[in-house]
Nanobody
Framework: QVQLEESGGGLVQAGDSLRLSCVAS????????MGWFRQAPGKEREFVAG????????KYNDSVKGRFTISRDNAKSTGYLQMNDLRPEDSAVYFC??????????????????WGQGTQVTVSS
């Protein structure tokens, strides 16, 4: 059984930075695709960023390109989302997710196998 735990959320001001972490337990985090999603109140869950295990390929939502960076440390079974220049519209609960044994980036939430509980990010103006 794989468990994912996010951390690093919080309340910040516009322009600040946060780094979210996602620690996977119950499995060596090696050949799995990982993604970050977010959901704001009253809105649909949306894809933020994803990383494949093969060649570390990445994809981003257009709204975060140039500001957010996804990365992973397979030895620590941990994924990261570095968020810079945060904006009020980035406020949401952020979730990490894992698709097992998948080389490339997955952008559809329905294709992920495991999800974390989420961490709240609130950006004040």
């Amino acid at each position: 059984q794989v468990q994912l735990e996010e951390s690093g959320g919080g309340l910040v001001q516009a322009g600040d930075s946060l780094r979210l972490s996602c620690v996977a337990s119950g499995r060596t985090f090696l050949r799995d695709a990982m993604g970050w999603f977010r959901q704001a109140p009253g809105k649909e869950r949306e894809f933020v960023a994803g990383i494949g295990w093969r060649l570390g390929s990445t994809k981003y939502n257009d709204s975060v390109k140039g500001r957010f960076t996804i990365s992973r440390d397979n030895a620590k079974s941990t994924g990261y989302l570095q968020m810079n220049d945060l904006r009020p519209e980035d406020s949401a609960v952020y979730f990490c997710a894992v698709r097992l044994n998948f080389e490339v980036v997955v952008t559809s939430g329905s294709l992920y196998d495991y999800w974390g509980q989420g961490t709240q990010v609130t950006v004040s103006s």
